[in-house]
């Protein structure tokens, strides 16, 4: 505990937000999992390179995040050191008429209102999706026919060895629900955005079009993470498992919803272990019925 001590107090002399055993179910959107040993949320490149050194210096285990849109958190919690790129990591600015530079940390719903302020066109997909702009691009988000490698040019990124470094164009590597950061270690520090001039009036008009779609189809009134399963080629995750009888299916708290069955959502006191058990009945019965492996959308932080 020693070394949690002294990381605690170094984080606090760099004036970030930190916070021991603080409880993860308040950070991810599926709102439950266990506490994280230590909790930090730098608000600089300067200030997350130092806590990445120290966390190396003391060898303590540490795992990054966003807005927690996208995660399981074990039962028991994570024993180590949470980096939260949050909004205190979150600045947006106007770099030309048409380009954005975003932080990771900045919510995706402020920069596609801060896109439409700026009459820009390109984001409206986007309006809806309850990320962070470093999560959206790391696995190259997207609904309703728009993706970010539809807009994302160039990510600032600090390398494994914790050099400050930028990726660009192809080295990007984005395709269905990934990019190179997936695969290459490296820390997505902020993103450059090129989008194009529009009618704010049929920007906004597209953007309430799709929040209200979203509304319609999707269970937004209950915590998840969002779509559950990536897209099988040549299916749709949420018809198979409907195909199965499995909406409304439950294990625990978690449950394959009555609204849309490609999320699962915690109705109520789900634990991690009950959506990871249900993930598992729902992927083995649509294997047996149809032949096709699901694979989770969902990341397990470890």
Do not use: W
Request: include cysteine.
């Amino acid at each position: 505990m020693t070394d949690y001590n002294n990381f605690y107090d170094y984080a606090l002399s760099l004036g970030c937000n930190v916070l021991k055993d603080e409880p993860m179910k308040k950070h991810i959107t599926f709102k439950l999992g266990g506490n994280a040993r230590v909790f930090v949320e730098p608000e600089s490149e300067e200030q997350l390179i130092k806590i990445l050194k120290k966390c190396d210096e003391l060898s303590l285990h540490y795992v990054l995040i966003g807005n927690g849109s996208n995660l399981l958190v074990p039962d028991e919690g994570i024993d180590g050191v949470v980096i939260r790129l949050g909004e205190r990591f979150g600045k947006i600015e106007l770099i030309s008429e048409t380009e954005l530079f975003v932080q990771a940390g900045a919510n995706l719903m402020r920069v596609c209102k801060f896109a439409l302020n700026n009459s820009l066109s390109g984001l409206e997909f986007a309006y809806g999706i309850p990320g962070s702009a470093g999560g959206a691009a790391f696995m190259n988000a997207g609904a309703y026919g728009g993706e970010m490698k539809d807009v994302l040019y160039k990510c600032a990124c600090i390398d494994k060895e914790l050099n400050q470094t930028s990726l660009e164009g192809g080295d990007l590597d984005l395709s269905y629900r990934h990019s190179a950061f997936c695969d290459n270690g490296y820390i997505i520090t902020g993103l450059y955005l090129k989008l194009k001039k529009g009618s704010a009036e049929e920007i906004k008009a597209k953007m309430e079009e799709l929040i209200s779609r979203r509304r319609d189809k999707q269970p937004l009134d209950y915590p998840s993470a969002g779509s559950t399963f990536k897209r099988p080629e040549g299916y749709f995750a949420a018809k198979l498992i409907d195909d199965c009888g499995l909406r409304g299916r439950s294990v625990g708290g978690a449950q394959v919803s009555e609204k849309h069955a490609g999320f699962v959502i915690n109705k109520g006191g789900a634990t991690c272990a009950d959506v990871l058990g249900l993930c598992a009945e729902v992927k083995n019965a649509v294997k047996e019925k149809f032949g096709v492996d699901l694979e989770r959308e969902i990341k397990i932080i470890n």
